[in-house]
């Protein structure tokens, strides 16, 4: 049963607009979450966290929303670049040290 | 470099033969983790260790996979008399720290083909 969820197998986003990339779970235990990038022949790349006691958690040009009574969170991109084009993952962990992955976004940002 | 790294990149194999997969996780990290990827989706959770303790397996983790970190520094993976089932990319995280969850960096994965 997959635990983490991401509905949207791809998006697309013009360059310079906001990308939001959806992920969903179900065990409200999770008290860990995580967004990885990757690349093709790459492994994931760590991009943000939050921990469940926060709603919100932003480095840069990303920013992570945590919706706990809805188990939903969500990356947002601004302004989103060609480069962040790839394959992005959310991640969820119940205080132990397996994490649950989504099956991924794949992101195209249009130039 | 600083990183996470496996080898080999690239493994192909033929059925029933026997492959090991190597990890070095960064080097202050005391947790060391694999991971399973298959085609469209995402890496699966295979087995945990704290320093050289093998603290969690996953069901994923049938007898024919054992993985060990003898030193608390790298790891192996092998896997015995390969399945075609076993064609995935294989990940290896590493993290610092002790108690609740710790971000995990990933190396580039091991590639296995079984023909």
């Known amino acids: 049963d997959q635990q983490v969820k991401q509905n949207s197998p791809s998006l697309s986003v013009q360059e310079g607009r906001i990308s939001i990339l959806n992920c969903d779970y179900t065990?409200?235990?999770?008290?860990?979450f995580l967004w990885y990038k990757k690349y093709p022949a790459e492994g994931p790349t760590f991009l943000i966290s939050?921990?469940?006691?926060?709603d919100k958690n932003e480095d840069g040009r990303f920013t992570v929303f945590l919706n706990k009574s809805a188990k939903h969170l969500s990356l947002h991109i601004v302004p989103s670049q060609p480069g962040d084009s790839a394959v992005y993952f959310c991640a969820a962990s119940e205080v132990g040290n397996q994490f649950y992955f989504g099956t991924g976004t794949s992101l195209t940002v249009i130039p | 470099d600083t990183g996470v790294s496996q080898n080999p990149r690239h493994k192909i194999t033929k059925r029933g033969q026997n492959v090991t997969f190597r990890c070095d996780p960064i080097s202050e990290h005391n947790r060391l983790y694999w991971y399973r990827q298959t085609l469209g989706q995402g890496p699966e959770f295979l087995t945990y260790?704290?320093?050289?303790?093998?603290?969690?397996k996953s069901r994923l983790l049938s007898d024919r996979f054992s993985a060990e970190r003898p030193k608390g520094s790298f790891s192996t993976l092998e896997i015995q008399r390969t399945e075609q089932g076993d064609s995935a990319m294989y990940l290896c995280?590493?993290?610092?720290?002790?108690?609740?969850?710790?971000?995990?960096?990933f190396g580039p994965g091991t590639r296995l083909l079984v023909l």
């Open positions: 939050i921990s469940s006691i926060k």
């Open positions: 260790f704290q320093n050289e303790a093998q603290l969690e």
């Open positions: 995280a590493s993290s610092s720290g002790t108690g609740g969850p710790k971000t995990q960096y």
């Open positions: 065990n409200s235990m999770f008290d860990y």
